[in-house]
């Protein structure tokens, strides 16, 4: 179980939100019950729209005062530059001791102590996968929130979509969003080049979609299974003036891949820093 006998809400029902929800909603990961959960949004659309009809989830479109006296954790998924005004409806709502979690990108601790005075708070950056237990969370606690049994709550609760990682550091979540919270994005672009690719060298569209989204999760899965870090998997494929050789020293042509990779999540981590001064 996700711990907490009191309800948990759901602020943001969007796409993050909702891919946190479904792993609450699993027997086997979150073990959630649907009648402690609700989901405050003004309009319920795409995957969470599902999930309130298929569990019969409570949705309101906003925190009502009654609903708000038996909250014990609140799950915050609304765009940062609304966090500000969403707080300041929350504040005088909230009981005392209720833990928010946000997973706004960018938005600091700061902002949270500002507006909901002594209460703990987590800052986490999830990721998409989080919807298939697949996904890996960081985590940083605000002093009210530095408390074993407090951490650990939020842990249970994270956990349900995947790895749980905390940092002390609040200024490393900006690095984190660029890799692991906006990286399922460049997973995903490679996956479509590669059919694309695929498709330009001759194979019909959808065969080469097909071979593209089994390479990227075979390989995802060899990753995981752990036989060999990236390096040596990337050397079992290597034959020496092989294929693959070749291939390789293209991607590598000009800056190559790794430069680029590394502008992509340096551009990431730069806007989440905008986004957390945008939402002060
Ligand atoms: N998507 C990701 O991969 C990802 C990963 C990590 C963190 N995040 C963070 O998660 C947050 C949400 O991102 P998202 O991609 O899920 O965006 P999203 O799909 O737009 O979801 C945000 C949801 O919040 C709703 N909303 C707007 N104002 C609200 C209010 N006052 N009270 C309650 N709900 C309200 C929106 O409704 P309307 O659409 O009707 O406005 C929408 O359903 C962002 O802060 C983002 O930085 C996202």
């Known amino acids: 179980m996700s711990g907490g006998d009191g309800t948990l809400a759901l602020i943001g029902a969007g796409r993050m939100g909702s891919a946190l929800a479904a792993g609450w909603l699993a027997k086997t990961r979150g073990g959630v019950a649907p009648d402690k959960l609700v989901f405050v949004d ?3 659309a795409g995957r969470a729209a599902e999930l309130a009809e298929t569990y019969g989830i409570r949705h309101v479109s906003e925190l009502d005062a009654e609903t708000a006296k038996g909250v014990d954790r609140v799950v915050l998924a609304v765009k940062p530059g609304l966090v500000g005004e969403t707080l300041d409806a929350l504040a005088g709502r909230l009981p005392d001791d209720a833990l928010v979690i946000s997973v706004a990108a960018g938005v600091p601790l700061k902002s949270f102590d500002k507006r909901l005075a002594g209460r703990p708070v987590v800052r986490a950056m999830p990721n998409t996968p989080a919807a298939i237990g697949k996904g890996v969370t960081v985590c940083v606690a605000n002093e009210a929130a530095d408390d074993t049994a407090i951490r650990d709550k939020a842990t249970k609760l994270l956990k349900a979509g995947g790895q749980v990682e905390w940092v002390d550091d609040e200024r490393l979540l900006g690095a984190v969003t660029g890799v692991s ?12 080049a590669l059919a694309a690719a695929g498709e330009a060298e001759g194979l019909p569209r959808d065969l080469a979609e097909r071979l593209a989204v089994a390479t990227v999760s075979g390989a995802g899965a060899m990753l995981e299974a752990g036989d060999g870090d990236a390096r040596e998997l990337r050397r079992m494929v290597t034959s020496p003036g092989g294929t693959t050789q070749a291939g390789l020293d293209a991607l590598m042509a000009g800056s190559g891949l790794p430069s680029l990779v590394r502008n992509a999540v340096s551009a990431a981590e730069r806007r989440s820093r905008q986004l957390g001064n945008e939402s002060e």
């Open 42 to 44: 003004p309009q319920l």
């Open 181 to 192: 919270g906006s990286g399922p994005a460049y997973v995903f672009l490679f996956c479509e």
